[in-house]
């Protein structure tokens, strides 16, 4: 069963079509993509951040979690499948979840959630819009906005961090499990701070002999 389940938006999130894309989006890399969704309908389609999102992209797949899309355009499922192969050189096949014209994204995450059957804030939600990620973030999804906007001043520095950070504590956890005994995972602590948790495990046999404390925290 996939760890997370990562979400992203589709328009101006991972592309851009936009005729004065220059007044929409900030600084944030562009890159001419190799396949257009909306097969030229509106002029160029852009990738953004293409090389950052190709090796995030990577990572999730490779650490065995889920990739999932939810917009509120129409691009078809087929059609996002065929960007994400020409422009990052991955097949996602055709089991990933996929939801399209959603004006209103959240029943479309609870659907993702409750077929991933994971935590709510195992699913990372990605969108260039606070619309979508402000009822999300209500119902206790992890959001990452993508700092794309024209009038964000970072020029999508911050989400594509936000998003390694998210891979990075995953991988910690799993680094972390193979040396202890996890007792019970559902004594996570929030401190508050999505990139820092307290997890509280038992210690393995073999390492109580090499210490005589029987537990420990370990920060993830
Ligand atoms: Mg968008």
Redesign the pocket.
Known sequence: MAKKVFVF?????LLSSRPNIDKILNKVSKTPSSYDPYGGYFGTCYSINKQKMKSIMESIIAEGHAIAFV???NIEKYEIRSFVEKEYGIDLGDSFLYFNDQLDKTPALKEIQRHYKCKPQDLIFT???EY?LHPARKEGFTTIY?DNNFFDKTDGANYTKELESQLRSSLDISLVESEYEVIDKDEWVDLGDSKSSFIFFEKSKERQKESPLDSEWALV
């Open positions: 938006d589709i328009d101006e999130t917009t509120a355009g969108d260039n819009a979508h993508a």
